[in-house]
């Protein structure tokens, strides 16, 4: 929020107490401990004006914690974010002048000068951001009472910022205000289902703000040289990490909030949803299912919306008899067909939901502070929520999906989290509202997930969440929420999907063909493509049924080619999520996370890496004509092995059986065998594609654990590419020079 008026002058009511000096410096193990005036000290007088606290360490290698505060003594009630503290301080240094924590490469250097209070972050002797003249400080509106901690960091020339979660504003947030409230606002708003208080900056380093609650940035918005960020209260707590690439960051980043788990093989596959408000039973879904293999389209998991259940029941967690008599039948038939089944949850219990009088009497719902349940019918008719700080709410949640586990179910689509209370509320563990509002998803999605571990085992478990906050990416997958049927819907899903990925999401997925409304072919089409060279890929829509054929037969061609070609992807694509899983690097990333010594890559939001190797540029307009960057090396055309030289803007045109996909220079490529599965065995019979090879690069074939169960390597010997391979399988190789 914004409490100047420019630069001189403060909001009306708005009083503040700003660092002016450290005044008393004490150091402890790893840390500095800082008396701060927010006055300049002259004389002993001077020392009963306000001052402020703050606290510098190292929770881990690279990363620098900045703990503010002015009264120490108010409540925190929590909740907080689970964080993974490794402990990373080299050394504290004194220096003329200043004070200095080390942690690895990155270092905070403190001003110890009366009257020039500085705060300054360093990787190496790289200047990367730091808090200045009237940065660090406490807000008063002295109408209210209402008070805040706040802090400002640095922006140099032509930085960029991104993050903050999924949100579908300008990609690059410079320019914008970004409020941290989970919101059910669709994809065309500054809502976000997916808050999270940590950017990126194309400098090399990140920030996490370290509050569950609505923190507020203000991104070179009310000064444009800076980027400001307050909590309510009275105690403000971040981090810096250092890089210097984007990787490096998102590294610490991740290895310090959690890394996501690795998604079980046939999650990457194709997902069929009944759709929302559709009309549908157990014949509707079968016709779907046929028509598929009638196609010769590959499908892997089968997902029932909300009607699977009785309506004004959600949730009971009990099949509608009347649509499908027969679920535990139905779901042996699917099954042996091949199909993984999904089913959609929320945490919700409706007042006609059988479940809702045993959910009050046993205390598992949310209470106002008055003690009655807190109850709306928005959405459904008097629902309450679950409350999950409850060891039993949860647990009873729990046991009432696992019948659904045991009779065949094989993931959930964890939905909504977001419309969560706030005011007159008491939670079962006393946790502040306001900072649970955008945690409860975290409660709400580990409940479910680790169920899934539990009963699937480790590896097998997967949902599909709407929302997030901070660790949320822990627990995949995310998809993008409500979007639209056109292609102005789908270049903002391709936005927020970069910026969540910006935060360290590994896995996302989104609503082909957009969720409200139906799209024309042409539409549906080009969002095949995007949706089959995402991590996940999911046909699914609201009130009409997303079977390709009630679009045109060409749709059911394309669909087909896509699937068929990220069926074949799997060997690279699974290598991928593991990368995503062990180091923290997601699968769908943004160009500048890729080439961040390329300029021109700094505002691209229309174009995306698939991994390592791939770049995908997405067809946004029914001529089929697309422009794009293409960064500096050489490329090959994935589908046509066409040979392009970067470096270069492109504008091309092309059919529904094509878009830009590109593979760059030095890329081993393992193709697999399969074009109908993504489960298989991606080292038998691989075939193993150099592309435009130069020098010595291998690549790893995971097996469906995770593991490594071979490793390809090229040399390159007088011009000559050779490849050598500890797989005792059948493999053939192909070089495109």
Request: negative net charge.
């Given at each position: ?432 509202p306001m900072r649970m509002h955008n945690y409860f998803t975290q409660l709400y999605n580990e409940a479910v997930f680790s169920l899934l571990e539990e009963v699937k085992g480790k590896g097998q478990a997967t949902v599909f969440a709407r929302s997030a906050t901070v660790g949320g990416q822990c627990f995949p997958v995310h998809w993008g929420g409500d979007n639209s049927a056109n292609y102005v819907s789908m270049a903002e899903t391709l936005r927020a999907g970069l910026s969540l990925s910006s935060c360290g999401f590994g896995f996302w997925s989104h609503d082909i063909s957009g969720f409200e409304s139906t799209a024309p072919a042409h539409v549906y089409k080009r969002w095949c493509q995007f949706g089959l060279l995402s991590s996940h890929s999911r046909l699914h829509g609201s009130q009409s049924y997303r079977v390709p054929w009630l679009f045109d037969e060409e749709a059911c061609v394309v669909l087909k080619k896509f699937v068929e070609l990220k069926c074949s992807l799997m060997p690279y694509l699974y290598r991928m999520a593991v990368i995503a899983h062990e180091e923290g690097i997601p699968v769908l990333r943004p160009m500048y996370m890729e080439f961040p010594g390329d300029p021109a890559c700094e505002m691209l939001d229309r174009e995306y890496m698939l991994g390592e190797s791939i770049l995908v540029a997405p067809v946004f307009d029914e001529s089929g004509e697309v422009q794009y960057y293409l ?107």
């Amino acid at each position: 929020m914004k409490f100047k008026r420019g630069l001189w002058l403060m909001q009306k009511d708005i009083t503040p107490l700003y660092a002016v000096e450290a005044h008393r410096v004490q150091t402890g193990k790893g840390e500095i401990d800082v008396l701060v005036a927010t006055t300049h000290i002259a004389g002993r007088g001077m020392t009963m004006s306000p001052a402020l606290h703050l606290r510098l360490f190292s929770p881990a290698e690279g990363v620098i914690g900045v703990e503010e505060t002015h009264w120490a003594g108010t409540v925190d009630r929590g909740p907080h974010y689970q964080l993974n503290a490794t402990g990373g301080c080299d050394e504290v240094i004194r220096r003329e002048g200043e004070i200095v924590l080390r942690s690895g490469r990155m270092e905070a250097r403190l001003s110890t000068e009366p009257g020039a209070w500085s705060l300054r972050f360093y990787d190496g002797e790289k200047y990367l951001t730091g808090s200045g003249y009237r940065a660090m400080g406490h807000m008063t509106n002295t109408a209210t009472g209402q008070t805040w901690m706040t802090d400002q960091l640095d922006l140099s020339v032509g930085e960029c910022v991104y993050g903050f979660g999924e949100r579908f504003t300008p990609f690059v947030k410079n320019g914008q205000l970004v409020e941290m409230w989970n919101g059910d606002g669709g994809t065309s708003s500054e809502l976000a289902y997916k808050n999270i208080p940590f950017y990126m900056s194309s400098r090399g380093y990140g920030v996490l703000v370290d509050d569950t609650g609505d923190t507020a940035f203000e991104v070179a918005s009310e000064n444009v040289e800076r980027v400001e960020f307050a909590v309510k209260g009275e105690k403000l707590a971040y981090y810096v990490f250092a890089g210097p690439t984007p990787h490096d960051v998102l590294r610490r980043y991740t290895g310090f909030t959690g890394r996501p788990a690795l998604p079980p093989a046939w999650s990457f596959g194709l997902w069929l949803s009944t759709s929302f408000t559709t009309n549908y039973d157990e014949a509707t879904t079968s016709s779907f299912i046929e028509g598929m293999r009638a196609r010769g389209i590959p499908l892997h998991v089968f997902h029932f919306d909300c009607f699977w259940m009785k309506g004004y029941n959600w949730c009971d967690f009990t099949w509608d008899d009347e649509t499908f008599p027969d679920p535990e039948g139905m779901l042996r038939r699917y099954k042996a067909g091949g199909l993984k089944i999904c089913v959609w949850i929320n945490p919700y219990i409706a007042q006609n939901s059988p479940l809702f009088q045993e959910a009050m009497r046993e205390g598992y719902l949310i209470r106002k502070t008055d003690g009655s349940v807190w109850q709306t019918d928005l959405w459904q008719a008097g629902m309450g929520i679950v409350d999950f700080t409850n060891p039993g709410a949860r647990e009873w949640y729990r046991e009432k999906l696992r019948p659904l586990l045991e009779m065949g179910v094989d993931c959930f689509k964890t939905d909504f989290g977001e419309r969560i209370p706030v005011r007159d509320i008491e939670y079962f563990d006393h946790s502040d509202p306001m900072r649970m509002h955008n945690y409860f998803t975290q409660l709400y999605n580990e409940a479910v997930f680790s169920l899934l571990e539990e009963v699937k085992g480790k590896g097998q478990a997967t949902v599909f969440a709407r929302s997030a906050t901070v660790g949320g990416q822990c627990f995949p997958v995310h998809w993008g929420g409500d979007n639209s049927a056109n292609y102005v819907s789908m270049a903002e899903t391709l936005r927020a999907g970069l910026s969540l990925s910006s935060c360290g999401f590994g896995f996302w997925s989104h609503d082909i063909s957009g969720f409200e409304s139906t799209a024309p072919a042409h539409v549906y089409k080009r969002w095949c493509q995007f949706g089959l060279l995402s991590s996940h890929s999911r046909l699914h829509g609201s009130q009409s049924y997303r079977v390709p054929w009630l679009f045109d037969e060409e749709a059911c061609v394309v669909l087909k080619k896509f699937v068929e070609l990220k069926c074949s992807l799997m060997p690279y694509l699974y290598r991928m999520a593991v990368i995503a899983h062990e180091e923290g690097i997601p699968v769908l990333r943004p160009m500048y996370m890729e080439f961040p010594g390329d300029p021109a890559c700094e505002m691209l939001d229309r174009e995306y890496m698939l991994g390592e190797s791939i770049l995908v540029a997405p067809v946004f307009d029914e001529s089929g004509e697309v422009q794009y960057y293409l960064p500096d090396g050489e490329w090959t055309h994935l589908l046509d092995g066409r040979r392009m030289t970067g470096g270069r803007w492109v504008k091309e045109q092309y059919d529904f059986m094509s878009l830009p996909i590109w593979v760059r220079e030095n890329t081993l490529l393992p193709v697999g065998q399969s074009r109908d599965q993504v489960e298989y065995d991606y080292a038998d019979g691989v075939e193993i594609r150099a592309y435009r090879v130069s020098k010595d690069v291998e690549i790893a074939i995971p097996a469906l654990d995770g593991s490594t169960q071979a490793t390809f390597k090229a040399a390159v010997r007088d011009g000559r590419v050779s490849v050598t391979t500890d797989s005792a399988k059948p493999w053939t190789f192909k070089e495109y020079k």
